[in-house]
């Protein structure tokens, strides 16, 4: 029954009590079914929401997509916050936020920040959610648009084309956002693999200044035309339909074959975080924090059955590993989770 329904129901048993008739045992206990059932109704149409803290590089993928179709599916509200996942990982530490459910861009970020006792245990399992890859996002109006043409199609070094005297070049904090220091390590693997030493040179110190920027205002920049281009994952241009220039896979991080070689890249950044390369994947895990835990598990469930959708952001397909402790992980869920995850 609809909460209209009962609303009209109340109203027709209310009735004789306001015209001063009597409504007997049968009405009252009619009167208080219902009061129950709109309560009930009421309850879970208001009170049910999942609060999502996700990597920002997901801002898109999230609010215009995996959100608004999570909570048709199901009718539960969602509430999203981007940050990147290294710093929202540090808010979630530091009892900071609360999320249901906390989105990663990368496993490492659960391993060295949330999970174990020094983290008083605050994620205890993640699954592996998707993959993606870097790539060299322009913006469509820069004046060095013919040059990044030419270096999608092979004809020109696209490092060549970073080096142009007056180009605008933008990339992520790699003390907060994966992106950042995925960004390093996809510079230093190019040296080695372009035998090109003065490669990595060209970011200068990792925190350059007249680079770096927050990941959630990086992307504005470039689509503004602020800059001229940044390094990005595959799924976020995909989203906003930038043009972009793809890396081999040999140094953009999105392919297995190639975990040893990305592996030669490491970075700690000032806290004493360590990152080695590794394919990226993102992650998806339910938080101590969680206040609704049905809500919780719901949007997990449809992240996990939600390939087709990822993959029409650009996302690639994966093994939904575990991370951790397998036996914490919600009995429903685990049937859609297979095999263990191995750094």
């Keep these: ?14 009735l004789p009590i306001t015209r001063g008739m009597p409504v007997g045992r049968l009405g009252a206990f009619a009167l208080f079914a219902a009061a129950t059932l709109l309560a009930a109704c009421t309850d879970a149409s208001q009170n049910h929401s999942v609060s999502v803290l996700y990597a920002g590089s997901l801002a ?30 540090r808010l979630i530490h530091d009892r900071l936020r609360s999320p249901d459910v906390f989105v990663s861009a990368d496993p490492s970020v659960n391993e060295s920040v949330l999970m174990g006792g020094k983290n008083g245990d605050l994620v205890t399992w993640f699954v592996i959610l998707a993959s993606s890859q870097l790539v060299l996002a322009y913006n469509p109006k820069s004046r060095f648009v013919a040059d ?91 989203a906003h339909h930038l043009p972009f220039v ?64 990822l993959g029409k952001f650009g996302f690639g397909a994966v093994e939904h590993q575990v991370g951790g402790n397998r036996e914490q992980i919600p009995p429903d869920l685990r049937s859609l989770c297979s095999g263990a995850y191995t750094p």
């Design 1 to 14: 029954m609809s909460q209209n329904a009962l609303q009209q129901l109340l109203t027709a048993l209310f």
């Design 60 to 89: 898109t993928v999230m609010e215009d997509g995996v959100g608004p179709a999570f909570s048709k599916a199901t009718g539960y509200e969602y509430k999203g916050e981007a940050h990147g996942s290294l710093g929202a990982a």
């Design 148 to 238: 990044f043409e030419a270096a999608s199609s092979g004809r020109t070094p696209w490092y060549e084309v970073l080096e142009k005297p007056g180009l605008r070049f933008g990339r992520g904090d790699p003390t907060i956002d994966p992106k950042g220091y995925r960004t390093l390590f996809l510079f230093s693997l190019a040296g080695k693999y372009y035998h090109r030493p003065e490669i990595p040179r060209f970011l200068g110190d990792p925190l350059n200044p007249a680079q770096v920027l927050p990941e959630v205002s990086l992307f504005a920049r470039v689509e503004s035309g602020q800059f001229d281009a940044g390094i990005f994952y595959k799924h976020e241009i995909v």
């Design 246 to 309: 793809t890396f081999p896979p040999q140094i953009n991080l999105g392919d297995s074959r190639f975990s040893d070689f990305y592996a030669q890249a490491t970075y700690t950044t000032p806290t004493g975080e360590h990152a080695s390369g590794a394919p990226i994947l993102f992650t998806v895990t339910i938080p101590k924090t969680v206040q609704d835990s049905k809500a919780a598990a719901a949007f997990v469930r449809f992240l996990l059955t939600s390939q087709n959708l």
